[in-house]
């Protein structure tokens, strides 16, 4: 029995990690177990690239090499734990997989998306989740949420990525929002601005539909 793949996306600071441990609670709570994980990393090898990939000591990064090495992870994570758990018939939660890369790379640094699409359709193997959750938050308030999760708002322990300047945020906003668009069959477009249990909730009870048709 195939196992269920479910995807946490959205802008940084949406609350999508939050989100996310809180459905693997509330499956557990309900007799149900999954596999947690995250991306870039999830494996030992892919958790080695995510730290070259997030470092900001790495500014120098082309956008072929950000491109390339968010696929490389991306392959050794599906093909070393996604894939074995979803055969196991498993549900599997990700943080965040290929529309992240459409987001931030495609639209956030302006490769082409054919190149990206086929870059993580190679390194995927072509797997699709079965439902995305994708969270939406305005720029402004995504960045005010980073800053106060960094600690300090003078001081802020921001990535390479996070450290981008907001023009960069929007695109990937609006690529966010696109993807949404172009898939409303798979992808659950979510506004993140409101309440935590409200959006829980909400998320818990799309899965139990999802759950009673795929299992």
Known sequence: MKGIFITFEGPDGAGKTTQLKKLAFALQEEGWSAVVT???GG?????????????PDHVEMSDQAEVLLYAASRAQHVRELIAPSLN???IVLCDR?????IAYQAYGLGVEERVVRSVNEFATGGLVPDRTYMLDIPVEESRHRLL??????????????EQKELEYHRRVRE?????????PHR??????????EVLAGAILSDVKLLLERCL
Do not use: H
């Not at 494996?43 to 470092?55: A, Q």
């Open 97 to 101: 997989f290929v529309d992240a890369s």
């Open 148 to 161: 106060t999760r960094s600690g300090a708002e003078l001081t802020p322990e921001l990535d390479r990525i």
């Open 38 to 40: 995250r991306e870039p």
């Open 175 to 183: 690529g966010f929002l696109r993807i949404a668009q172009a898939e």
């Open 88 to 90: 196991r018939g498993e």
């Open 43 to 55: 494996t030992m090898i892919s958790d080695k690239i995510r730290e070259i990939l997030l470092s």
């Open 187 to 196: 992808v659950r477009l979510l506004d993140a601005a409101g309440s935590e």
